[in-house]
């Protein structure tokens, strides 16, 4: 157990819909980072937060958002959603620059 | 962009072998390289690291080199055991930033 939750596990959504993610990092880490693994992709950062702002953008679409809150759990946002965007996301915490801790993952299916 | 690269999608091995998994990075601002371990329908879990620093860096079966003049390195896995067999991702990250990239992944399987 990483210590980093997510939820929800699964989900399945009809392509046009929005849904959000959430993530609580691991007690006491102050970033928190969102990918993306499409399958037999690798791992697409997406973006990254510390302490509630925006520290570094990858790879994310202008029909995704994010945001990290005071108590400093974390959602990622997604709308308009298409069937290409089905994928794996991950969350993932730090306490320092040198090793992130991933939690499981949300399957998120688009039909 | 493909800052850090892993050639191979797959790698297969038999018990009690060497396993060596390769990376390649593009981005001379990374300064610290880490190897993460997934199993399927789980989160990458960290199994080993090193510092631009250093060349090499050991712990226990597993063991990291980096050449930092080729921007390349490798993960050793000496024996390798069928419990080892999963995907092992390669990720970088640059100096005084949390930006972390990973490779697209070797799947490792050690044959019994």
């Known amino acids: 157990d990483s210590g980093v939750t997510q939820t929800p596990k699964h989900l399945i959504t009809a392509t046009g819909q929005r849904v959000t993610l959430r993530c609580s990092p691991r007690?006491?880490?102050?970033?928190v980072y969102w990918y993306q693994q499409s399958l037999d992709q690798g791992l697409q950062f997406l973006i990254h937060?510390?302490?509630?702002?925006?520290?570094a953008k990858g790879n994310i679409l202008e029909r995704f958002s994010a945001q990290q809150f005071p108590d400093l759990h974390s959602e990622l946002n997604l709308s308009s959603l298409e069937l290409g965007d089905s994928a794996l996301y991950f969350c993932a915490s730090s306490g320092d620059r040198n090793t992130i801790y991933f939690g499981e993952g949300s399957w998120l299916t688009v039909v | 962009d493909q800052q850090v690269k892993q050639n191979s999608p797959s790698l297969s091995v038999q018990e009690g072998r060497i396993s060596i998994l390769n990376c390649d990075y593009t981005?001379?601002?990374?300064?610290?390289f880490l190897w993460y371990k997934k199993y399927p329908a789980e989160g990458p879990t960290f199994l080993i690291s090193i510092s631009s620093i250093k060349d090499k860096n050991e712990d226990g079966r597993f063991t990291v080199f980096l050449n930092k003049s080729a921007k390349h390195l490798s993960l050793h896995i000496v024996p390798s055991q069928p419990g080892d067999s999963a995907v092992y991702f390669c990720?970088?990250?640059?100096?005084?930033?949390?930006?972390?990239?990973f490779g697209a992944g070797t799947r490792l399987t050690v044959k019994p």
């Open positions: 937060y510390y302490n509630g702002e925006e520290r």
């Open positions: 990720a970088a990250t640059p100096y005084n930033n949390n930006d972390m990239r």
């Open positions: 007690s006491g880490d102050l970033s």
């Open positions: 981005n001379s601002m990374f300064d610290y």
